[in-house]
């Protein structure tokens, strides 16, 4: 089974996040990077299918992003991937959902995918697009939500997280797409052996401009803005128990805390 795996290169969690001069996007000096939460999760979802199949089978890693998304690739691959494609893009902070979906696609097509797994959302824009676009490029049936993929005869039987603590379990056929939650399953570290592994598995690079995936940009981020820090007092007139009754309403409708 050949599984390739999209990955993206986001800033550390704890990293101080500073507005860029332009007011475009953040300014991405002095900052740490790490490999996306969900994209970790697909990457532990692929590497359990294929040693769940014997460790027959492929892994590859897929991503786009500067010279420096090296780094989060050979971390991939020293968690167990077989090899990696790098896309080269210095503007990849330019392109929308359709557009970072059209390089990933051009990528992954010739590879002729049994499964493409992606996460569920990057950590730094949030927009729960990229995989379920890259399944319509495709052409491939997808499911979104993922916590669990098990192989069967027919094809695959996946685990989808619901609202409210609700689960679905549904049958698909493959090759398919899908976007796997944060969640589902322990994630590995990269053993030493692993590391060193890593330096001697193949990790292929293409330029963006190589794989014709250019297009006008349907969403243009035109600019960003740190939250307004505010304050303000409110008094709640009325019995005790009236004024419960009006904070617990509050909380639901404007803290949105209930």
């Not at 359709?98 to 730094?124: F, H, M």
């Not at 997808?142 to 039987?157: D, F, N, P, R, Y």
């Amino acid at each position: 089974m050949k599984i390739i795996v999209a990955i993206k290169q986001v800033p550390e969690r704890d990293a101080q996040v500073r507005i860029a001069a332009n007011g475009k996007w953040i300014d991405e000096a002095d900052l740490q990077w790490a490999m996306n939460e969900p994209d970790a999760y697909a990457l532990e979802e692929a590497l359990l299918l294929k040693e769940s199949g014997g460790a027959c089978g492929e892994v590859i890693v897929v991503s786009a992003g500067p010279e420096r998304v090296g780094s989060t690739i050979r971390e991939a691959l020293a968690k167990g991937a077989d090899r990696a494609i790098q896309i080269l893009c210095d503007d990849l902070n330019g392109r929308d959902a359709l557009g970072v979906a059209r390089l990933l696609a051009a990528a992954i097509k010739p590879e002729n995918p049994d499964l493409v797994l992606t996460g569920l959302q990057s950590e730094d824009l949030g927009l729960g697009q990229t995989g379920v676009i890259v399944a319509e490029l495709l052409g491939l049936p997808h499911a979104t939500m993922i916590l669990h993929v098990e192989k069967t005869e027919s094809g695959l039987k996946v685990k989808r997280e619901l609202e409210e603590g609700w689960f679905q379990s549904i049958e698909l056929p493959t090759p398919a797409v899908l976007t796997v939650q944060s969640g589902g399953n322990k994630l590995r570290y990269a053993t030493l052996m692993g590391i060193k592994r890593a330096k001697t598995k193949d990790l292929r690079t293409v330029n963006a401009a190589e794989l014709g995936a250019e297009g006008t940009p349907a969403v243009v981020l035109d600019q960003i803005a740190a939250p307004k820090k505010q304050k303000s007092t409110q008094i709640l007139p009325g019995s005790a128990k009236e004024a419960a009754a009006a904070l617990v309403e509050k909380l639901k409708t404007e803290a949105r805390v209930l």
